[in-house]
């Protein structure tokens, strides 16, 4: 079964508005992290925001929020007012932990979403 | 702002030939990683260093594949022959702790583009 699922291989949205791009994961652990991460066509991963398991509020980064449905296993990234700099691939990925709460930090991502933002 | 750098940007390399990755992660990080991310997919673990040592390791890490730190600042993946299925982007990354607890952030560099031809 894959860790990390993004069932959309692409969106559009017009600029200025919002989007939601969806995350859902399988883990059996307690104690995990959720990040997204940007790919411009450039090709750098670029960090936008993390979720840990235990956090109570959704995390927010600017225009960057985090949609944290821990009992649904999902984490969608929202992000709002679009800018036409925002086209790129998503990907979402997990941190899983082990006994303890130590982990070695190994990242699961998903297949990515690709957003084009229209003028 | 402090970043891994990846040297070069893009190699070019005969199947069957060694090629070295270099990176030098943020000064202050203890934990490393290589990711590798073949054309169109989806972004893989390879390996994490700490300590000098391996601390975990994907399937695709067979014995072709080797990690170094050589000196305090570089982090280099080598390849000892390359075949084909290994063109990609290989991404170093890197963080300063691991705590499941603690927002620890991987900061990636902007990855080398690896042409077996």
């Known amino acids: 079964a894959q860790k990390i699922t993004q069932t959309q291989p692409g969106m559009f949205v017009q600029e200025k508005e919002a989007v939601t791009l969806d995350c859902t994961y399988d883990?059996?652990?307690?104690?995990?992290?959720l990040f997204w991460y940007k790919q411009p066509s450039s090709g750098e991963m670029i960090f936008l925001i993390y979720?840990?398991?235990?956090?109570?509020q959704n995390a927010t980064e600017g225009r960057y929020s985090l949609n944290f449905q821990k009992a649904r296993k999902s984490a969608n990234l929202v992000i709002s007012a679009s800018q036409l700099g925002d086209s790129a691939m998503y990907f979402c990925?997990?941190?899983?932990?082990?006994?303890?709460?130590?982990?070695?930090?190994?990242?699961?991502f998903g297949q990515g979403t690709i957003l084009t933002v229209h003028p | 702002e402090p970043e891994v750098t990846q040297t070069p940007s893009h190699q070019v390399t005969q199947m069957g030939q060694e090629v070295i990755l270099r990176c030098v992660p943020i000064?202050?990080?203890?934990?490393f990683y290589w990711y590798r991310q073949i054309l169109g997919q989806k972004v893989e673990f390879l390996v994490s260093?700490?300590?000098?040592?391996?601390?975990?390791k994907s399937e695709i890490f067979d014995d072709q594949f080797s990690v170094e730190r050589p000196d305090g600042s570089n982090f280099t993946l080598k390849i000892r022959s390359t075949k084909l299925e290994d063109s990609a982007m290989y991404f170093c990354?890197?963080?300063?702790?691991?705590?499941?607890?603690?927002?620890?952030?991987?900061?990636f560099g902007a990855g080398t583009r690896l042409s077996v031809l």
């Open positions: 990354a890197s963080s300063s702790r691991t705590s499941i607890f603690a927002k620890n952030i991987q900061y």
């Open positions: 979720q840990g398991s235990y956090d109570e």
């Open positions: 990925a997990m941190r899983e932990g082990n006994a303890g709460g130590t982990s070695y930090g190994k990242l699961t």
């Open positions: 260093f700490y300590n000098n040592e391996i601390s975990e």
């Open positions: 883990t059996s652990d307690q104690s995990y992290g």
């Open positions: 000064s202050n990080h203890l934990y």
